[in-house]
């Protein structure tokens, strides 16, 4: 068995481990133990259950079978078992911002005065259009008449997007963001996403049994389908979500199992549409929950995240975060979780075991996400807030079952600055009436900042919790990387206090430093949950736009970097990064490619030529630091800048 200081770098993870052993409740870590040894074949991605003369498997020693019953090499087994994966990751994605763009749909009231919606007394609708500016921004890309009342902008516009769902033809309308030069190189390959459901269909449709059998031209349509979510589904996800849930502003929380409170009533929220979170936020205040939480016992209601939800409520609201994907199960060890509210991806099935060891009441809330035996609350949009509130009652009558003797919540907790998008990034930098990318491109002209690196993804127990994504962090930051983070990477390097200004005196080179000390930012800027990473993209462009740093996405001294990843939704990501021109590294083990030599080769180096973006694996944070940095610096040579000292 692992040790517990090699399952995870985080105290509060190894102490709640502990308690875990001790009370005999196995953890993900133990279960990965217990998968020892896992399948060569499927690591290598040479297995193939694509049909029922199957399954299929491929020697990779070239002693056995060469291809499977069908005649499919190893090159299209690869490829086609990846490309399925990016299907899934778009679609998830996709189907978060197809859900916002239909509660925005609902919108009927622009927000006036908060004071004129105290709590608990709203009516027929749940959401506002809280960001006007950005509503009508979106309004004028759609060619929408930005002069009508807004409730009647907010309906046309969220009509519009979910045509882009069934499109058939032509271009995403999000993909007009993108540079020309880039949307020129997608126009030649062809893989300009229309549609965002039609990506994902074409994608499953050309990996079935006997379609499509070259496995180049199989990435390609992978790639188009990544690009759907990336400059699709993901991008109305945050746009919509800032538009009727409020764009974020740079905020403090804090970060760790320790936000958990003893004498309160924990709540927490977990998964990724904060359509249902952001009113469980709201519930959470209710003077009558207040009330009966005070009838029980407690001295209030604690609400706190895990995953990307978490990273929603603290974009908006500076909810405190309990922890990042490996601690959803340690959060109920704490034996102080009352309700655990999911709706949607990375929720963990053995969450309903843990829970059953507890008081806890895990709830589902989404037709989609069902455990069998768990209850079950449906969350619809038209409801939202009467539903939150019906969860968290059920939490603050379960307070009086906690049992006392098996609360231990670890001390530990981070604070944090969150909340950067890329406006207040232009806002912050360039003065809040002329919000400009122009000084971050001169501090990169310069050379005090060498480069930008979007650090993103999850964790993963096959290594070390939280170790590469905090060990990659410092190595970039010393080196004068601004660092842009998403998803449970962000929590990561924020337990470890990386998400602070200070951090920028401690860890930064000088001439990064120089530029946060001027700014009062930190050196790693939180950007939000995974959907956000269309937030870098759009960032990406503007960086374009302004002048000076080439005229294409891959012309930027930048790099992205998934250290611990293990979701689907981190390979379409890792896609639509390198199809829009990023220089992207996977850390873990490298997604299951390596079994056919040309599939790895393609996506590792000849891919370059094609997109401008390619892929590397490396499985320490070291390698993978000194790879996004010669990386950033062949760019910047390329781009007759000075190199950085
Ligand atoms: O979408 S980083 S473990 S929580 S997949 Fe999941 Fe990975 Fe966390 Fe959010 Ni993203």
Known sequence: MSLIKERSIDRATQETLKKAKKENIPTCWDRLDAQQPQCGFGLLGLCCTVCNMGPCRIDPFGEGAAAGVCG??????????????????????????????????????????????????????????????????????????????????????????LEEFGRQEGELVFTKRAPLKRREIWKKLGITPRGIDREVVELLHTTTMGVDNDYKNIIATGMRCALSDGWGGSMIATDVQDVILGSPEPVRGKVNLGVLKEDQVNIVVHGHEPILSEMAV????????????????????????????????????????AGNFLQQELAIVTGAVEVMMVDVQCIMPALHEVAACFHTKLITTNSKARFPGVSHVEFTPEKAYETAKQIIRVGVEN????????????KEEMDLVAGF???????????????????????????????????????????????????????????DVLVLQTGCSAIACAKQGLLLPEAAAQYAGNGLREICDAVGIPPVLHLGSCVDNSRILTAASHIISEGGLGEDLSDIPAAGCAPEWMSEKAITIGFYFVASGVYTVFGASPFAVLGSKNLTHYLTHD????????????????????????HIDKKRKALNLKPVI
């Open 399 to 410: 307070f009086s079952n906690r049992k006392k003797d098996r609360v231990n919540i670890p």
């Open 282 to 321: 709201k519930a959470s205040r209710d003077p009558e929950l207040l009330k009966l939480a005070k009838d029980k016992g407690a001295e209030g209601i604690n609400l706190a995240g895990i995953c990307c939800t978490a990273n929603e409520v603290l974009m908006r609201h500076g909810i405190a975060v």
């Open 607 to 630: 891919i370059e030529e094609i997109v401008g973006g390619r892929f590397d694996f490396a499985d320490t944070p070291v390698k993978m630091a000194e790879l996004m940095i010669a």
């Open 72 to 161: 499919a090499n190893a090159d299209t087994i690869a490829a086609r078992n990846l490309a399925r994966k990016i299907a899934t990751g778009a679609s998830a994605h996709s189907d978060h911002g197809r859900d916002v763009a239909h509660a925005a749909s609902l919108v009927t009231k622009v927000h006036s005065h908060p004071e004129s919606h105290p709590e608990g007394h709203r009516h027929h609708h749940d959401y506002e259009i809280l960001d006007i500016g950005k509503l009508k921004l979106l309004a004028a890309e759609f060619g929408i008449d930005t002069a009508k009342p807004e409730e009647q902008i907010a309906r046309e516009l969220s009509k519009k997007l």
């Open 421 to 479: 998008t890329k406006e207040v990034v232009a806002q912050m930098l360039g003065g809040k009436y002329r919000g400009t990318y122009r000084p971050l491109n001169e501090a990169i002209i310069s050379g005090r900042i060498r480069g930008l690196a979007g650090v993103v993804g999850c964790n993963n127990p096959k290594q070390t919790h939280d170790f590469a994504h905090t060990e990659l962090v410092k190595e970039l930051i010393k080196k």
